[in-house]
């Protein structure tokens, strides 16, 4: 016990001196494998079990994980102030606030640090919360330094298999912010489809098989890393790749995608405005991004842009001339063996 208890404590002063700082005992209800179903506090928690106490401010006792009901992560300890505690930052990321959202997940973490170990907490779903909300806020600077930051490894550690794939992309976003463009660039090649055969006509490799949403923000970085390495042809394919797949699966992405696309096109050294094939491209392109997003929502550097592009036309068909008479003198073209004139299958029929 006094082991548990002075690990836990340097655990607490070593959050106190960062990022996580307040620190108090958490009300809880638990379901024990023998013994009932105690209510009290919870003061601390480990990898091991949490320091449990049936009184506010009483002497805590050591509780093992192994005592309490439940398989793996899935422990019945229900924490009252669970949805109070969540209750903003949750209304916040619902409408698109992200960045108030961000800070307010991070409050809740910083509150209830003392059971950022215990599994499937709240305090550690926060921290995934706000890196999500770091993500779709486009902050990914912060949530590099977040991801990079020692309680990050409570998201690995103490949430279901849900957040996992989830967080698997925030960390590929954490290198965008990081500018770490070589990890990216690395990380991303694991999700590529091995460049052999016909695929080695193609541009860029092909994904493996996985969710839209998914190929969508691999795309984005994809494109990123191509940027960044100087490769625009290759990077303006993948915003393209990176929009449709996102249509109707991630309007962050999508909008992403194609307001990088619209970059591309105008830093083309061959885009100028008396190109009318180049300034249609863009036009498309700027015209399809106001009617899904709205054209105030664009750099204003794109809004002439968008307006219908013209619709290009089509020049008539050429009417087939007349096969020529066969000049004086002049054998008629022969007729197929294969199909006899008029007259001899007349004949046969006789």
């Known amino acids: 016990m006094k082991r548990f208890t002075t690990s836990f404590t340097l655990v607490i002063a070593a959050l106190s001196s960062t990022a996580f700082g307040q620190v108090k005992e958490t009300a809880a209800f638990l379901s024990l494998a023998s013994g009932g179903n105690p209510q009290g506090y919870v003061q601390g928690a480990n990898a091991q079990g949490i320091i449990f106490a049936t009184a ?5 006792q050591l ?3 192994s005592k309490i009901k ?3 992560l899935d422990k019945l300890i229900r924490f009252e102030d669970r949805v109070e505690a969540l209750g903003e930052p949750r209304a916040l990321f619902a409408s698109g606030d992200y960045a108030e959202a961000a800070t307010a997940f991070g409050d809740v973490a910083r509150n209830y640090a003392i059971i950022l170990s215990v599994p499937q907490s709240f305090a550690a779903e926060a921290v995934f919360y706000q890196m999500e909300s770091l993500k779709r806020a486009g902050n990914y600077a912060a949530l590099a330094q977040l991801v990079g930051a020692p309680v990050s490894k409570v998201v690995e550690t103490n949430l279901g298999e849900r957040y996992q794939k989830l967080h698997e992309f925030q960390k590929l976003w954490a290198k965008l912010g990081a500018k770490d463009m070589e990890g990216l660039k690395t990380a991303i090649a694991t999700y590529e489809n091995p460049v052999v055969g016909d695929a080695k006509l193609l541009s860029t490799p092909n994904f493996k098989k996985r969710p839209p949403n998914e190929l969508a923000q691999l795309a984005y970085l994809r494109a990123k890393v191509y940027d ?13 790749r990176a929009f449709t797949l996102a249509a109707g699966n991630d309007d962050l ?4 995608a194609m307001g990088a696309a619209m970059v591309s096109h105008k830093k083309d050294p061959k885009f100028s405005p ?7 491209q863009l036009q498309g392109l700027a015209y399809l991004y106001s009617k899904r997003f709205g054209k105030d929502t664009m750099p204003k550097e794109f809004q002439e842009f968008a307006v219908r592009p013209p619709m290009v036309k089509m020049a008539p068909a050429e009417e087939a001339a007349p096969e020529a008479a066969p000049a004086e003198g002049e054998a008629p073209t022969p007729v197929k063996a294969d199909t006899p004139p008029a007259d001899a299958k007349a004949k046969g029929k006789k």
């Open 56 to 60: 506010q401010g009483g002497q805590g």
């Open 70 to 72: 439940g398989e793996g």
């Open 63 to 65: 509780l093992a994980y």
């Open 274 to 280: 008396d190109d009318a094939r180049l300034v249609s």
């Open 253 to 256: 992405v999508a909008k992403l």
């Open 228 to 240: 960044a390495g100087g490769d625009s042809a290759k990077a303006l394919e993948d915003y393209y």
